[in-house]
């Protein structure tokens, strides 16, 4: 069974919720604008502007809505080229958190998880963050900074801005992984993981040619593979710390503006950002919003 993954822009995706509106599947999954299936082809598109298409015509339907160069075959190749027991083995992780969200910054975490704590994290309850709420994902972020060496780096929405028009979104998160990845190795040093395991959001190639324009550029051999998570518990504790940080900026943001941010890019972002336009204009939205989305310009439209 085909197994197909496309990034695309709040645009599409919009486009793409429309196109599916006949073939919705009303099931509740988290962190998911919308779920359909169209001809025994399962559609789940997710807030972080990834939609997965599952079935025996994912390729052709995937085809119909972006280049298929840049549709990525999931875990069925990547995953069989992965570290013989690597749940067992000593993993450095990363993933990131706030690329989907209008508001928010950018973070991306590395963790490292020696063999001798898996037992350990998996009694805290470390897992999936999709499948935690955001109080427990805090909680765990607490207890999970002070049992294993980690390295988190957030990106404000602000500086987001300055960069953006030379980063486009891939190579950006491409930056973060490969720095955080490399400050946390200095960090464990002379540790070395058994594997580096990257949660896939760009072919391999793709993710090397932008690494090496990088000062630091990493030199170890790197896995990649979409839901790291369920592959080692490194990847999913990388996720947990980036999923808390996001939300406590997300609040803090929230506290200066004296208005609660929504996560997401839906038609609450657009109104919120409507509000900030008409107190401090584009200036001051560029404080707490990723600007190229296209929440900007429905938010002007509000505002006019």
Known sequence: MSNIILKVTTNQMNKMKEAYRPFLVQKPIPYTLFSAK??????????SGKVMFQGTGAEQEAAKWGNPLTAKKA?????SSLPK????LSVLGSDEVGNGSYFGPLTVCAAYVDQTQLKELRTLGVKDSKELKDGQIIQLAKVLKETIPYQLLVLPPKKYNEIQ?????????????????HLLLQKIAPVKPDAILIDQFTPEANFKKYARLEKNQLT???YFVTKGEQYHLAVAAASIISRASFLEELDKESAELGL???????TKSDQVAATILKK???????NYAKLHFANTE??????N
């Open 280 to 286: 401090g204009g584009e200036a001051l939205l560029a």
């Open 165 to 181: 028009p030379t980063y486009n979104a891939v190579r950006m998160k491409v930056a973060l992984h490969n720095q955080a990845i």
């Open 38 to 47: 169209k001809n025994g082809t399962t559609i789940t598109a997710y807030t």
């Open 220 to 222: 170890e051999k790197l």
């Open 75 to 79: 875990t069925q190749t990547n995953s």
């Open 260 to 266: 609660t941010l929504p996560s997401g890019a839906g």
């Open 85 to 88: 027991d690597l749940q067992t």
């Open 298 to 303: 429905k938010a002007k439209k509000l505002v």
